[in-house]
């Protein structure tokens, strides 16, 4: 090999060793992410206490967990209730979980602001949904429907919580 072959194959060389330095620092850049889930016990738990403290109020309701996704983790129809309250219970947890406050403080929002909210299908200015935290981080939602009144559907979904708060911690 000649002087000038090593000259011609020396650019051809710093673009490998570049190429392979840069592809090996991305690999180890990489990580796994890692965050808590609601599991299908807690999820039923929540459900279950939101269902007991309405029903110890003498109020028949719906209700629906949501997970972190924004997918069903738990759904109840109550006995005796309107055929709207279990998708108006889904659309509640749905809008507190993607504004990650209750859908009371949503539609507070809503109704003050100075520019139309914004539209995302599936949400509802109606009080009854609240955001399941662990921690800081949002794990997943509540919302209840079918209680005179949404400050009584959130008063019973916060039951539902309160009812896994030693594993929130």
Known sequence: MTLADIKQLTPKIVVIALVI??????????TLLTQKAL????????????????RADGYRISLTVLDASGLVKAQVRGDG??????EHSRRKAYTALTFKRTSADTAKAWASATTPPP???GTVGAAG????????????AIGVSGAPGGEKDEA????????IADLLK
């Open 21 to 30: 330095s840069t592809s090996t620092a991305m690999c180890k850049a990489q």
């Open 39 to 54: 599991s299908v016990e807690a999820a039923l738990s929540v459900a279950t206490g939101a269902l007991d403290k309405c």
């Open 81 to 86: 209730t309107g055929p709207h309250t279990l």
């Open 119 to 121: 539209v995302i299908e």
């Open 129 to 140: 949904g609240v955001p399941i935290r662990a921690g800081n981080e949002i794990i997943g």
């Open 156 to 163: 019973c979904a916060n039951a539902g919580i309160a009812k």
